[in-house]
Nanobody, 126 residues
Framework: QLQLVESGGGLVQAGDSLRLSCAASGRSFSSDAMGWFRQAPGKEREFVAAISWSGSSTYYADSVKGRFTISRPNAKDTVYLQMNSLKPEDTAVYYC???????????????????WGQGTQVTVSS
């Protein structure tokens, strides 16, 4: 059983940066595609970014493209989400996700995600 644990959330001001981390336990997820989703109060969970198992392919939501970067150095069991130029509308609970196929992150919802983390809160004040 794979368990995903996010960290790095917090309260920041608009324009600041944060880096979220997602660490695996239980088994390696080096062969899984990984992604980040977020859910703001009263809204549906939405896709943010995804990365293939090798790290060679990435995909971003239009709302974060150019500001957020997903990475998994050396395809290890930690995935990062570097968030720059944060905006108040980025405020949400951010969830790490794992799936056996990168393509699962490219399709419209509902997403076929195999594992979810518990989430980490990101709050951006104006």
């Amino acid at each position: 059983q794979l368990q995903l644990v996010e960290s790095g959330g917090g309260l920041v001001q608009a324009g600041d940066s944060l880096r979220l981390s997602c660490a695996a336990s239980g088994r390696s997820f080096s062969s899984d595609a990984m992604g980040w989703f977020r859910q703001a109060p009263g809204k549906e969970r939405e896709f943010v970014a995804a990365i293939s198992w090798s790290g060679s392919s990435t995909y971003y939501a239009d709302s974060v493209k150019g500001r957020f970067t997903i990475s998994r150095p050396n395809a290890k069991d930690t995935v990062y989400l570097q968030m720059n130029s944060l905006k108040p509308e980025d405020t949400a609970v951010y969830y790490c996700a794992a799936a056996t196929s990168f393509a699962r992150f490219l399709h419209p919802p509902p997403y076929e995600i195999d594992y979810w983390g518990q989430g980490t809160q990101v709050t951006v004040s104006s």
